[in-house]
């Protein structure tokens, strides 16, 4: 997948364009707001939101993680992207399994 790799100061961070574009696309399009709406799974302790585990779930099959072992090494390099939606960086594999 092509990222985009910019050097701000002393920090380097990388972005997947095409993530961004479709996290845009999904947020102007309602998809999130849709899905928040729709999703009532219980939870006992919230870490993130479901809305952000959904996103969660939309960016690793954009990024193409065929297991949830692989958000742990893509994902986490995806943090503008994570800003973007709101959160620090996407929830590791302990986290995202709770779904």
Known sequence: ???ITYEAAAEQETVSAFLMMV???GDEQGVFDLLEAWLDVK?????YTRLQKVQTVM??????CK???AVNAILSQ?????LYVGM???PDQC???TI
């Open 23 to 25: 996290l845009e696309f």
């Open 43 to 47: 939870k006992t302790e919230v870490i």
């Open 95 to 97: 986290n995202y399994a």
């Open 67 to 69: 297991h949830t072992n």
């Open 88 to 90: 620090e960086r996407f």
């Open 78 to 82: 995806e943090q503008t992207a994570a």
């Open 1 to 3: 997948m092509k990222t």
């Open 59 to 64: 960016a690793s099959l954009v990024m193409g």
